[in-house]
């Protein structure tokens, strides 16, 4: 690996090992320190870490003492954490470029002034916590200038429900708020509060201030709108749950203990002190409710029912929620859905359950009101499903479902996708029946791998 990709590599090190150092180590030798630099060899073994602490001598031998003793917890972390093929040894190094006081001093004055002014001067913040970032806090108590809730492709509940709803939110604050993505919102979400504002757009009408996308991992999603809709100094805020999100915004908030980003939403609303009102409360609402299969699924937790009961009280309709959701089908819709669970096929040892979806077989309503996937998933003894649809491209679109056996985004990954444990996806090239061969033969290798 090298160049612009292990620019990356240390980069993402970088950030998260400064996460670690902040929030994770409660060692008292640590004094205040800073990672500076990473430097990570092309073949991923080796990085080191250079950090300055600010102090006298005996500081930096403490906070060093502290440093070399959890280096084996930082690895591990960096190993869950980051998705690489080889997570690199750790090796501390001072970094005494910045040992000088003034020096040290005038970053942080730097670090001050930049204090709720992020993206004007070319600097980003990654926090990977359940709390919302006193950064973000301070941005949205602020409204200034034009703001943008942009989805990326096939937007569903979690993304429609947050940007519908902090968008709002935002309104009600003050802040003039435009909604678009490259998608529609689907016929099933139509009656989110605020649906009838969603632009549709093949490229960006121009350049915003603010830009706020949720639940989307990769900026690529967005088919070149975050790219046109970004101006030199735009603050691009990126909230998600994705545990492999790319941490492409200016502000990166991001929680994957959280099981929707509706839930996120809700807690950032509850920091800034905004009251959450009844259209607000039905999007949050709907984003929880559709992520967590009807808090159903395994990332659902008491924190989702504390704030699905808060966003209940707030005035969200569960069974308004469920109605619309469910209880719309056309009535051609059962034959559909007959017509393709005959087609789910289950491995000769029951473990895998697949569903193919041949081009033309299903509208694009059908697909975005069914949970398709969760058919396959129900057998009894599957411990990973997978839908395979054809899209008109030729390409072919898997979606993988787990159930703790075996962490599918991994899966995922090695096709260029990505997601939960649980929950992830990826696009394959076609035809369908080739398609299905290469993701099963994955599916069977990651299980066959789990069981040794
Ligand atoms: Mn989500």
């Not at 559709?290 to 969200?316: C, K, Q």
Request: charged residues 20%.
């Amino acid at each position: 690996m090298q160049g612009k990709r292990l620019i990356r590599v240390n980069q993402l090190i970088k950030e998260e090992i400064s996460m670690v150092v902040q929030r994770q180590l409660k060692d008292p030798r640590l004094g205040f320190v800073t990672v500076t630099e990473v430097d990570t060899t092309p073949d991923l073994k080796h990085a080191k870490v250079f950090v300055s602490v600010l102090g006298p001598d005996a500081q930096w031998a403490a906070s060093f003492k502290a440093l070399e003793s959890a280096r084996g917890f930082v690895w591990s972390w960096l190993r869950r954490h980051l998705d690489l093929r080889v997570t690199p040894e750790i090796m501390f190094r001072p970094d005494r470029s910045m040992e000088h006081a003034a020096h040290i001093q005038s970053l942080l004055a730097d670090l001050k002034k930049a204090e709720g002014a992020i993206g004007d001067r070319g600097m980003t913040v990654t926090v990977v916590a359940p709390a919302p970032p006193a950064e973000l806090v301070d941005l949205l108590a602020r409204p200034r200038g034009s703001a943008l809730m942009l989805g990326h492709v096939h937007p569903d509940g979690d993304v429609l429900g947050t940007l519908l709803g902090l968008g709002l939110a935002m309104e009600k604050a003050g802040w003039a708020v435009t909604y678009g993505g490259p998608d529609p919102v689907p016929d099933v979400l139509d009656f989110l509060p605020g649906a009838d504002r969603w632009q549709v757009w093949r490229t960006a009408p121009g350049t915003f201030d603010t830009i706020v996308l949720t639940d989307c991992p990769n900026d690529g999603r967005t088919e070149g709108l975050l790219a046109g809709a970004r101006g030199p100094s735009s603050r691009v805020l990126n909230i998600d749950h994705h545990p492999d999100n790319r941490r492409y915004g200016t502000l990166n908030w991001i929680d994957p203990s959280a099981a929707a980003v509706g839930e996120m939403i809700y807690d950032l609303l509850v920091a800034l002190g905004w009251p959450v009102g009844r259209e607000t409360a039905l999007g949050l609402y709907t984003a929880i409710h559709t992520d967590t299969g009807s808090f159903r699924y395994s990332n659902t937790t008491p924190r989702t029912f504390r704030i699905a009961g808060a966003l209940t009280a707030a005035g969200a309709e569960p069974a308004l929620v469920t109605d619309r959701l469910y209880q719309r089908r056309p009535p051609d819709a059962l034959l559909t859905l007959g017509s393709l669970l005959s087609r789910v096929e289950v491995s000769e040892d029951g473990r895998i359950a697949a569903l193919t979806v041949p081009e033309g077989a299903a509208s694009e309503a059908f697909m975005a009101a069914e949970d398709l996937v969760t058919y396959p998933r129900s057998i009894a003894g599957v411990k990973v499903a997978v839908l395979l649809r054809a899209e008109s491209d030729g390409r072919v679109k898997a979606s993988l479902r787990g159930k703790g056996d075996v962490p599918v985004n991994r899966i995922a990954h090695q096709f260029g996708g990505g997601g939960h444990e649980n929950a992830a996806g990826c696009t394959l090239s076609g035809p369908l029946a080739s398609a299905k061969a290469t993701l099963l033969a994955a599916v069977r290798q990651a299980l066959d791998g789990q069981a040794s």
